[in-house]
């Protein structure tokens, strides 16, 4: 009898920070962050290696302190906090739930996690812990799905899985055309001119440099992220 192994052995995963509220109206829903840790325990059963990028649009966007006349750097700082909170709430459930998960931050907070050094990443990953990445890239004007794509190439990831709230890439925003339709792949240069809002342009030509492919998928969807980190039907890949 052969039993079926996973197609990757190191995977970055972006969680939606958005997705983390459940039913709530703002912040960490406890039933949600669990349900998500415990499917990230089913892939690493798999033996396979996973680093996160958790969003922060539970709490606070950049854009959205823009719009109300904020400096727009500032607001893009308390942002990347958001993404630490949330990244500090991940690890704490993903250690509860038997793991062992590393935060590390892009932005110096030493008295709260550790600052983001690659090789120490690279060597916990190896050590099979899960890695969160904190705070996005560091910068202002970026966001995690560039985060992702960044820590992503950095650390040698075979693919960008982009956990969110739609089960893929549609000809449209799903949520506000419900005669949008879903690709099952898309390359990276049609995403790119077809301007399809799920991820930045940023992060879409970073990967496409890279040659690192996306898979889009719902995180609400119970197993589609190990079904696909065994290389199943799911979701909608982005390629070169
Ligand atoms: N062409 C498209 N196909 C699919 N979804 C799209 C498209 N254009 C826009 N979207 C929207 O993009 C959203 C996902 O991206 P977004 O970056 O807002 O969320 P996230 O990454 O899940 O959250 P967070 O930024 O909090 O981590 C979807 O919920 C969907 O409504
Ligand atoms: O590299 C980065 C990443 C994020 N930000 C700010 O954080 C928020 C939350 O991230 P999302 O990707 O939107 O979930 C984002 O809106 C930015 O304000 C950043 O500045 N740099």
């Known amino acids: 009898m ?13 969680l939606s920070g958005e997705a983390l509220m459940g039913d709530d109206q703002f912040g960490i829903n406890r039933d949600t962050i669990v349900r998500m ?7 690493t059963r798999l033996g396979v290696e996973v680093a996160v990028v958790i969003g922060g649009g539970n709490i606070f966007r950049g854009v959205a ?4 006349g904020m400096d727009r750097a500032t607001a893009d700082y308390m942002g990347m906090l958001a ?3 949330n990244s500090l709430a991940l690890g704490d459930t993903m250690n509860k739930a038997g793991l ?7 932005i110096g907070i030493e008295q709260v996690v550790e600052p983001y050094v690659r090789p120490k990443a690279l060597q916990y990953l190896e050590e099979g812990k899960v890695v969160i990445f904190a705070a996005g890239t560091g910068n202002p004007f970026f966001t995690t799905d560039t985060a ?4 992503g190439a950095e650390i040698g990831a075979e693919i960008v899985l982009k956990a969110t709230k739609v089960d893929g890439v549609y000809t449209a ?8 339709t879903r690709y099952s792949t898309i390359s990276f240069d049609n995403a790119i001119s077809q301007n399809l809002g799920i991820m930045d342009a940023t992060a879409f030509a970073l990967c496409r440099d890279q040659k690192l492919p996306i898979k889009v998928f719902s995180i609400f969807k119970h197993g589609a992220l190990k079904r696909v980190v065994m290389g199943e039907d799911e979701g909608t890949l982005v390629f070169a």
């Open 148 to 151: 992702a794509a960044l820590r």
């Open 173 to 180: 925003d799903p949520k506000k055309d419900p005669t949008a």
């Open 83 to 85: 993404t630490v909170m």
């Open 2 to 14: 052969t039993t079926a192994k996973p197609a990757y052995k190191r995977i970055l995963l972006k």
């Open 37 to 43: 840790v415990n499917e990230i325990v089913e892939v």
């Open 65 to 68: 302190g823009g719009s109300v």
């Open 100 to 106: 062992t998960a590393r935060v590390m931050s892009a």
